[in-house]
């Protein structure tokens, strides 16, 4: 069975500094990985995909690697900012758990003070 | 712009009192899926259709029940909400059927039940 895990639950940083939000899966078998940043009370907002045949994927400040075979991808977010206060997800579509569906971690809750 | 519409953003709904959430797209997509996100939990599928096909999850609760009536909507049916059910409800929609499309989400409906 998939199991998704985030490190930290939760991340509190001064504004300005670089960091980074881990993510791990128990089956190497995905067909990709997906960030989502949700507001509190929101819907998910997907940030960035990466298929299972690349290592990393990049969107203005934020860039996310993949480590399939250890199971494992980080969320790499430089310069923060308040306006990056959100939870962070990432979910993973697993070969082994019909391709249709996400599993996804409980999140990182992170706060970025001005 | 191309989105996914959830329809109400709030719902507050009587102890076994049916309720219905709607879900409309305009991505075209052919795969529309419900998840339900408590508290400080991660999402969990329900189950999706894939066009017409319907996909139920095996630990989904029969009380929850869906509808696609055509390719733009698609409706969850709560037959007799129970106070566990208050949760966000997340309608999202991929391309399908590969494996390495996207899932674009709404913004959700928070359900309360009295």
């Known amino acids: 069975k998939q199991e998704v895990t985030q490190i930290p639950a939760a991340l509190s940083v001064p504004e300005g500094e670089n960091l980074v939000l881990n993510c791990s899966f128990t089956?190497?078998?995905?067909?990709?990985l997906q960030w989502f940043r949700q507001d509190p009370g929101k819907g998910l907002t997907s940030l960035l995909l990466?298929?299972?045949?690349?290592r990393e994927q990049t969107s203005g400040r934020l860039n996310a690697s993949l480590d399939k075979s250890s199971g494992r991808s980080t969320l790499y977010i430089a310069a923060s900012q308040p306006g990056d206060s959100a939870t962070y997800l990432c979910a993973v579509r697993g070969m082994n758990t019909g391709f249709q569906k996400l599993v996804f971690g409980t999140g990182t809750r992170l706060l970025v003070s001005p | 712009d191309a989105m996914v519409i959830q329809n109400p953003r709030y719902q507050v709904t009587q102890f076994g009192k049916p309720v219905t959430l709607s879900c409309s797209q305009t991505l075209n997509h052919n795969v529309m899926y419900w998840y339900q996100q408590k508290s400080s939990q991660a999402p969990k599928l329900l189950f999706h259709y894939y066009d017409k096909d319907f996909n139920n999850e095996a630990d989904t609760p029969d009380n929850f029940q869906s509808r696609r009536p055509n390719t733009s909507f698609c409706f969850l049916d709560i037959r007799s909400p129970g106070l566990g059910d208050a949760a966000m409800y997340l309608c999202?929609?991929?391309?399908?059927?590969?494996?390495?499309?996207?899932?674009?989400f709404g913004p959700g409906t928070r359900l309360t039940v009295t």
């Open positions: 999202a929609t991929s391309r399908g059927p590969g494996q390495g499309y996207e899932q674009y």
């Open positions: 990466i298929q299972s045949s690349q």
């Open positions: 089956d190497s078998a995905i067909y990709n």
